[in-house]
Structures are given as structure tokens and as C-alpha cells.
């Protein structure tokens, strides 16, 4: 589903002629996140004006798909009044996202909420980035497990109309401490006569409200949860996470990955749309580090000079030799990477995988080291004199040295992610550009060497 | 969360001592996903008999939860009966997954179902693989838009012992065509007297049973929904797609892409799990595809053995220089695929695209183009002798090569993705590697062009 082409020009007429209720008629009869779609592609003007004629909850709603630069001119062009309506109407976990993408604006917009909603935004920021206490909202429905189902039924009743996810509760002691989490299909099941104690309950799932984000994802994964209440340090319920953030968060750090792969840092605006001069600029950053790194090779290759000098012909296998290294290297650290992203390697598992690179290494160095030696054999057919009467030498050095190369490359590649991590760092990190860095110059070492060794009275 | 050590290995110990109840407590204290990963630890035999201790309902919500591999074992150890008894328990989702993961048993197994079972299941398998059909389930409530309010909430209270997710329900006319979709929440705050039809209800957002899986994460995601209904050609409900198992799915596309990066094909079971010989067969595919493209580099470089004959200080910097390529291509396909994946960019802004990427390319490459002049005139101010009276010459060669190449580079990289769509395959397969590979042989054909051009009548 997507919104029609149709509903972008119709919106500019509809104003044109002033006629507003089409305009608020269209906006409420799509989806909320059609409707802020929609409105992304009309001018600031006409989305202020288009926006202005919702009903507030609606407008809250709609408010909370609408993308972040979007969302910042939005409250702009609405002025105080409006403004501040939506702000407070927007639930608590989209408003702390919202807040974050503006920090400049930050303080004025906090000083727009009604003191209880600031209270809220405040305690909300106050824990650290990246932090589930960023991505959660305090609006839920807790019950005591002392209650009747009559009751608590009644009680869900009654908080649903304030509170938008009311298909989990969780039951609490009477200083709030976390003691069950329901269904609300257990509750509509149960004898209303019954307590809320013999409720059935799992041992209750929680997160803690500084656990990082990355946690919440995997919890979530794990447990097939669409919430989870968060905890405190004395485990008092102080909010719940649900779902749908986190397939947004997943998301995220799904493009994290990517953009760490391929050596850039992670992009905060949309492509299209972020500067050119920043972009450059964010991408120089790593690109000239690799610039640098490379440089060994020029230092390296000044060591063979004397051996490039007496056999160029050594030189024209050099780009194919080292590239090896550098391929089989981003394999092997995107094989790590991946089953770290999918918890089937921990740590521990270095030295398992380090003998099995070290198979794999030389089992594909000696595949590709066999088509390498054929090549120069069936060129040396063709064209005798192209490598001349040390064709088969030639070839024995190109043999040993994609293995040596394949089988370190291997090894660099897989052991990469796990330094990574041990240091603390993203194994994600471990991008195909930086192995291939690192492999580059120990590569073509490892070829001049076996070089020097095999052709040594011959060729050098 | 994770288990305790202390549990995996009392469980042996029950065994050994006959203690059942202990082995029974133990497991269904236990979250439903700990307790899986629990019995995953340990032998075939003590698994199957600690299995066969749950109660129904609990053995066949636990099986849910353990990755195939072991439930295809653990079925074989049950015996049929049991085997049965979890396989008609399971949902209809998990199980149409666990069977996509056995093939060569499925029939086997499908002959254990019950026959209402068994015409879910051949129903759902009959769907295209990584299509919406493949990933619903058939257990959900729907009601009638006469029903009033009351009738509707007898209704789902009713189904609610067979239909695990009841919080969002669908509205169908007399045929089961699709109608509305509700919240419980909504229902639940409604008069009983007012009738289904009044409730509100945004216009239903439903997805197809042939839509692909992907779209289905997308549309989760943008609408955050965690049900939405799944309809046939004659928008007839036939089921329901629940955000546990998109969140999933998401997690394995990031998963793919994380392989595709690296230039692997996307392994199907756990790294250290696979035979090390079919790890081997999967990676030399690649490797070999890549090896071969880079055999251009060496024919490329026979056609310039003079130039490097004549100037052997050349070839020094040829890694150098084609690596600057193969990086900033990396650099744009990552933020291309990436842009894509979060469907920033269209296929129609390539030219918006080519026409950044011309402005940043050469801008990259005067950046590293000036660090790479700026190496060679400090290292000839410390060893004059090393690039000898033309070291200015060579500096002037270096920073024009580097501009053509990482001007190439980012071409190339950022198109890739784009002709990949183009041809109805995954972006993101422009990997490192390839997009390396390819600006390594045109990477080598620009430097010794420029130099060519440059030293003419000095060096060469």
C-alpha cells in the first residue's frame, strides 16, 4: 500500500478553493502513516495549513509518523498554541524521539508542555542515549495481584481510554514492585470471581531501564513479545516497550550495519537530502585513514624494488594476489559478523573459529592457487614468450602465494569481529574495506617472499 | 536474560536420580524461550525425556521456540505418538516454518496431523516460499458487523481458548470479505449495546497472501501495527500475520544482507554447524567469480610491462591507488543499498545520485589526491635518492590518477546498486568485493594512462 499520486495534487485545490473539509475528510480517512506521508509531500505552508485542520488526536497521531526534519518545520510554521497541543497529546516514547532529533529546540518545546507531560519528557531524557529508558512510554495499565478479575477488568476499562496498549498488564505489589505480566486473553478467561494472583503467569519478562536498545531488540526476539514493562533498580514498574519500536530500532540498526560495512559513518539524514560538503566530510574521515593504511604498501612494495626491477613480470600478478587476500578476508568477516548478529557465536567460540579459518584458508587458497597456475599454463601455450622459460616457476610462486595470502586473509577476516568485540567495539566494524586493508600489505609481502625463495638463481 | 548455567547441568542429575517433577518444575518455570534453549543444551536422549514431561499445551509452545535442527531430532526421538500430539498442538505459522526446514521428512510428518490439521498445513505450504501465506496462521477471531457489541465480546471471549492473539480482531460481512480492523482496546470501551459496525475503524490495512515477506516487514513497520489481516484475491480473511514473526523475518534479511556484503552466499544453518566442506563449496563460488574478475588486473597490467619496466617506482603505488577506488566505491554502494533499504532513494534518483556522486568523487579524490602528493614530496625532502630529480612529476601523476579513480570508484559503486534493482535482483549484493573488483582493473588503466600522459619524454 502506498498513497496515490492523485491525493498530493488534490490537497493544493482543496485549499485553493478553501475547501477544508475535503481536505480533513481525505486526512482522516487514511491510515495515520499514509496521512503523514501525504503531508510530507505538500509545501510547509500547506502541511501547516492541512495539519491545523485536524481533530487533536488525530493530529497528535498522525504527527507521530511524520519524519523528524518534517516534524521540526511542522511545529514551527503551528505556532505556540497548536504546538503545544500536539506535544502534549503525542505519546511519551515518540515525543522523546522527536526531542532528540531537535536538541537545539529542545527547551523551548519542553517549556510548551503542561507540567505533568514535562515532568514525564524530562525523566525520559534523563536516561542515557541508546538506553531502553529513551525508547519507552509510561503510559500502561498495572493491576494488583489482590485484585478481582471484576476488578481489574473494570480498571483496564477505565485507564484504556488514556492508555493506547492495553493488551498486557502487568501485576504489581503495593510499592509497584513487578510481579506478573498478563494477556488480557487470560483475563477475559478467567473466573471474574478469581484473583488476579491465579492469573496464569510466566515468570515476568522485564527490562531494565538502562539496558541498551540492542538488548530490548534481542529480548524481544527471543521471547516473541509485543511488550515488554521496564524495571527500575528496585524493580518497580516505570514503563513498558513495546513492539513496534523495536522493529524500528531493529531496522535502524540493520542499517547500521550496512553503512559500517561499508566503511562510512552511519548517515543521520536522509541520503538525498544531507549536504553535499557533509558528506564528504563524513566519508573523508575513514576513507583517508584507509588512504593512510595503504601507504604501507608503497613502503612495503620500496623493499622488492630491486626484485620487481629484475622480473616486472612478477608485478602484473600483484593486484590479483593481494585482492585474493582481501576478498576471502571479507568473507570470512561477514560469515563472523552475521552469526554474531544471530547469537550463534559468542566469544568463546574464537578458537573454534580460528581452526576452522585455518582449514577453509587453505582449502580455497589451494582452489584458487590451481586455476592461478592454470591460467599461466594455458598462457604460456598460447603465448610462449610471455612469461618465458620460467613460466612454471612463475606459476609455483603464484600456487603458494594465494594460499598463503587466502589462508591469512581467512584468518585476519575472522578474527577481526571478535578483537572488535572484545575491545567493546561494534564486531560490525570489521568492514570488508578495513580487512582488506590490513591483508593488502602483509599480502604482498607474503607473495615478494615466496617469490624470492622459489626464484631465487633463476629469475631474482 | 539468558539461563543458568547451574540448570543445564542439573537436569542430568534428575535424570540419573528419576526426580521427573523437578525436571517438569524447572522447565515450566521458565519462560517458554529459556526453557527451549535449556533443553537445546542437552544429549538427544535427556532432551526427548525431559520433553516427553510437559504438559501438552507447554511441550508443543516450548518446541516453537527451539531452532529447527534440534526439533527435526527431537521429533524422530518422540516416537509418532508424541510427535503427533506436538505437531497438531503447534501454531499453524511455526509449524508451516519448521516443515519449510525439513523437506525430506515433511510428508512424513504430515502424515501425524490430524486431518483438519493436515489441510491447514498443505494449505499454507501450497503458498509461494517468502510470500506473506508462508508466514500466517489461520487461528484468529473475526465478527460479524450486525453483532452488537456484547455479542462480539461473548464471541471473542469464546475463541479466545483456541486463538492465541485476540487483541486486534477483524470485522467481515456475511461472505468474510474484509471490513474493518479493530483493537480490543476499542471494543472493550464500547456501549455493549452499539453495534460492531459503529466501532471506529480506520480503513482496514490488510496485506496479500501473495505478497512477499519483505513488503509485509515494511508495511509492519510503517504502520506499526503487530496484526494485520492477510486476504485472497476475493478479499476474503484467510489469516492473520502477527509482528513476532515479522520481527524475525526482518532480523534474517538484515542477516542476509550482512552475507551478501561479505560476498557469501547466505549460509543456512549456524556457522559452527556447518560442515566445514560446504562452508568451503559456498565461499569458493564467490572467490572464484571474484578471482577471475581480477585476472583482468594482470592483463591489463601486460599491456603497460613497459612502463613499468622503465619506471619500476610506478608499480610501488599501485596498490595504493586502486584500493582508494575499491574503497570509496564500497563507501557509496553501502550508502546507496542503505538509502534504498529504508526506501529513501528510488529507483528514479539514480540520476540525482550520478550527479552528487561526480561533485563528492572528485572532491574525495583531491582530498587524498593532495595527502598523496604531499607523502611524496616529504618522503624525497628525507631520501632524495628514493623517487630521484622527477619525484614532482610522479606526485603530479599520483594526484590526477587518484581523482580519476575514486572519481571512477564512487561511480561505480553508487550505480551498481541501482543496475542490480534494475534487473530485479537485491541491491544489495553490490558488495565490497565486487564493486572492488570491478574498479580494480579501470582503477589500473587510469593510473597508467595519466602517467603515460604525464611522464612522457621524462621517465617513459
Redesign the interface.
Known amino acids: 500500500?502506498s498513497i496515490d499520486q492523485k491525493h498530493i495534487e488534490d490537497i493544493p485545490l482543496f485549499i485553493e478553493n478553501r475547501d477544508f473539509a475535503a481536505i480533513r475528510q481525505l486526512l482522516i480517512?487514511?491510515?495515520?502513516?499514509d496521512a503523514a506521508e501525504l503531508l510530507q509531500h505538500l509545501s510547509p505552508v500547506q502541511m501547516a495549513v492541512s495539519f491545523r485542520l485536524l481533530p487533536k488526536t488525530a493530529a497528535a497521531e498522525i504527527f507521530e509518523?511524520i519524519d523528524a526534519d518534517h516534524q521540526e518545520s511542522l511545529i514551527r510554521a503551528l505556532g505556540d498554541n497548536d504546538a503545544a497541543g500536539i506535544l502534549n497529546a503525542m505519546s511519551d516514547d515518540d515525543r522523546t524521539a522527536f526531542l532528540e532529533e531537535c536538541p537545539e529546540h529542545a527547551v523551548q518545546l519542553l517549556a510548551l508542555l503542561d507540567p505533568a507531560q514535562q515532568r514525564v519528557a524530562l525523566q525520559l531524557l534523563g536516561y542515557p542515549e541508546n538506553s531502553v529508558g529513551r525508547m519507552m512510554t509510561t503510559k500502561f495499565v498495572s493491576i494488583r495481584q489482590d485484585w478481582t478479575i471484576h476488578h481489574a477488568l473494570e480498571h483496564?476499562?477505565d485507564r484504556?481510554?488514556d492508555v493506547?496498549y492495553?493488551?498486557v498488564v502487568c501485576s504489581v505489589d503495593d510499592s509497584n514492585r513487578l510481579l506478573g505480566v498478563h494477556r488480557?486473553?487470560d483475563i477475559?478467561?478467567a473466573d471474574p470471581k478469581s484473583h488476579v494472583r491465579d492469573l496464569p503467569s510466566?515468570?515476568p519478562?522485564y527490562l531494565k531501564v538502562t539496558d541498551t536498545q540492542e538488548h530490548a531488540v534481542k529480548?524481544?526476539?527471543?521471547?516473541?513479545?509485543?511488550i515488554i514493562p521496564v524495571v527500575n533498580g528496585d524493580m518497580k514498574v516505570v514503563g513498558i516497550v513495546t513492539?513496534?519500536d523495536?522493529?524500528?530500532t531493529?531496522?535502524e540498526?540493520?542499517?547500521k550495519?550496512?553503512?559500517f560495512?561499508?566503511?562510512?559513518e552511519v548517515?543521520e539524514e536522509?541520503?538525498?537530502r544531507t549536504p553535499?560538503h557533509r558528506?564528504?566530510r563524513q566519508?573523508?574521515g575513514?576513507?583517508?585513514i584507509?588512504?593512510?593504511g595503504?601507504?604501507f604498501?608503497?613502503t612495503a612494495?620500496?623493499f622488492f624494488?630491486d626484485e620487481?626491477?629484475k622480473a616486472?613480470?612478477l608485478?602484473?600478478?600483484?593486484?590479483?594476489i593481494?585482492?585474493?587476500g582481501?576478498?576471502?578476508g571479507?568473507?570470512?568477516?561477514?560469515?563472523?559478523?552475521?552469526?554474531m548478529?544471530?547469537s550463534?557465536?559468542t566469544l568463546s567460540?574464537w578458537i573454534?573459529?580460528f581452526r576452522?579459518e585455518i582449514?577453509?584458508g587453505i582449502?580455497?587458497g589451494s582452489?584458487?592457487g590451481t586455476?592461478?597456475f592454470a591460467?599461466i599454463a594455458v598462457w604460456h601455450e598460447l603465448f610462449p614468450s610471455?612469461y618465458g622459460e620460467h613460466w612454471f616457476l612463475i606459476g609455483v610462486v603464484i600456487f603458494f602465494s594465494l594460499i598463503g595470502v587466502v589462508l591469512w586473509g581467512s584468518l585476519a577476516g575472522a578474527m577481526l569481529p571478535f578483537l572488535l568485540r572484545r575491545l567493546g567495539f561494534d564486531p560490525?566494524k570489521a568492514?570488508?574495506?578495513f580487512v582488506?586493508?590490513i591483508v593488502?600489505v602483509t599480502g604482498?609481502v607474503i607473495y615478494f617472499v615466496v617469490a624470492a625463495t622459489i626464484l631465487r638463481g633463476t629469475l631474482l
Not at 529480548?219 to 509485543?226: C, D, H, I
Request: glycine fraction near 4%.
Open positions: 500500500m480517512g487514511l491510515p495515520h502513516a509518523y483496564i476499562r484504556a481510554k493506547y492495553v493488551h488480557i486473553r477475559f478467561l510466566a515468570p519478562l529480548t524481544f526476539r527471543k521471547y516473541s513479545r509485543t513492539v513496534d523495536v522493529l524500528e531493529a531496522t540498526e540493520a542499517a550495519d550496512i553503512a560495512l561499508g566503511a562510512v548517515p536522509p541520503l538525498l553535499l558528506l564528504i566519508r573523508a575513514w576513507l583517508v584507509l588512504f593512510i595503504e601507504m604498501t608503497a612494495m620500496g624494488e620487481i626491477q616486472v613480470v608485478s602484473l600478478f600483484l593486484p590479483l593481494i585482492s585474493s582481501g576478498n576471502s571479507s568473507q570470512s568477516s561477514a560469515l563472523v559478523i552475521r552469526a548478529a544471530l550463534e557465536v567460540d573454534k573459529v576452522r582449514i577453509s582449502g580455497l582452489i584458487l586455476i592461478g591460467r610471455l560490525a568492514a570488508a574495506p582488506a586493508t593488502d604482498l
